[in-house]
């Protein structure tokens, strides 16, 4: 595919407030991720599509697309940069057990497997999800605020110094903020996320 998407805008994770992919200080006191790096825009109707039909039905071009498109970002700008200590150790959002033996992969772990690539290292488990989640998972992602997800993660084991959390999708930041809480909450000092598409639904 020689579809190369449109960098996203860096903008903070939250409120979408561009500039920097930092979270700003309105954000800050409410939050626990430091910062977001994405691929592309939500609002790119192809980046969308590829990442709907790898999701729901295992496309395996568009896991190869998607792939590559990670490699290109992260090799034309240089993640994670100076933002980000280089020695972070990669993870991803887990899903459900459950969800993951229908679906056969864990896409978020799909794209912490490429960004590590790209980077040159490997992608570790640190997360999991806790028993917490049916309930709060209920509500439409749409519906979903900062905060209302936390405790749906948990760690597995010691938590290094900084760490970046892997996902296909940052919408609302509520999902990537919950990893961000129980990594801190470990000892972690620094998260930052790294999606595919960030941004508000079109
Ligand atoms: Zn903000």
């Not at 930092?22 to 954000?27: P, R, V």
């Not at 071009?61 to 970002?73: F, N, V």
Request: some cysteine; proline content about 6%; charged content about 20%.
């Amino acid at each position: 595919m020689t579809f190369v998407p449109r960098p996203a805008e860096a903008c903070c994770a939250f409120c979408h407030a561009t500039g920097s992919p930092t979270t700003c200080e309105d954000c800050r006191p409410e939050t626990f991720l430091d910062g977001l790096t994405s691929v592309a825009p939500y609002g790119n109707a192809i980046v969308r599509e590829a990442l709907t039909n790898w999701k729901y039905h295992a496309d395996p071009e568009m896991g190869k697309a998607i792939d590559l498109w990670i490699r290109q970002s992260v090799g034309a700008r240089g993640f994670p940069g100076t933002l980000v200590p280089s020695g972070a150790t990669i993870t991803f959002l887990p899903l459900h057990a459950s969800r993951r033996r229908h679906r056969g992969f864990d896409q978020a772990e799909e794209v912490a497997r490429s960004l590590a690539a790209a980077l040159g290292t490997t992608h570790q488990p640190l997360l999991q999800r806790t028993t917490a989640t049916a309930s709060q998972a209920q509500r439409s992602a749409s519906e979903r605020k900062v905060g209302d997800l936390d405790g749906i993660f948990e760690t597995a084991g010691p938590v290094p110094e900084s760490v970046i959390v892997c996902d296909d999708v940052c919408t609302s930041g509520a999902t990537i903020d919950a990893a961000a809480e129980a990594l801190k909450r470990a000892g972690a000092k620094r998260v930052w996320g790294f999606v595919v598409a960030q941004g508000s639904r079109p």
